[in-house]
């Protein structure tokens, strides 16, 4: 069985920091981009960042820019979403995504849902004011 597991959801003030991770099961996406979506009741998966197979390159929602860092060590097969200055608009379930399509790509990031065919299950961020 192949998917994508993240961890490190929680409940946080405005202001705090956490870090979520996403680690690969049952095979590995190195040559791939991975990227972090979120989603909230009612509304559609929004992008958050996504990152190039090698890690050099990444783009971030605006919403995000400045305060979240999307990172991935390949030798451990594992990706992070660093996410500081919470707000309460940040409270949303994180999930993270692989493409499998594009390999050893350098510009291939894809920022649409539709561009990645793996998923993990979702991990909940709350941001308390």
């Known amino acids: 069985q192949v998917g994508l597991e993240e961890s490190g959801g929680g409940l946080v003030q405005a202001g705090d920091s956490l870090k979520l991770s996403c680690t690969p099961y049952?095979?590995?996406?190195?040559?791939?981009?991975m990227a972090w979506f979120r989603q909230t009741p009612g509304k559609e998966r929004e992008f958050v960042a996504t990152?190039?197979?090698?890690?050099?390159?990444?783009i971030y929602a605006d919403s995000v820019k400045g305060r979240f860092t999307i990172f991935r060590d390949n030798a451990v097969n594992t990706m992070w979403l660093q996410m500081n200055s919470l707000k309460p608009e940040d409270t949303a379930e994180y999930f993270c995504?692989?493409?499998?399509?594009?390999?050893?790509?350098?510009?291939?990031?894809?920022?649409?849902?539709?561009?990645?065919?793996?998923w993990g299950q979702g991990t909940q961020v709350t941001v308390s004011s």
């Open positions: 990152l190039n197979w090698r890690g050099d390159r990444s």
């Open positions: 995504a692989a493409d499998n399509s594009r390999e050893y790509i350098d510009s291939h990031m894809p920022t649409q849902t539709n561009g990645y065919f793996y």
């Open positions: 049952g095979r590995t996406f190195r040559s791939f981009a």
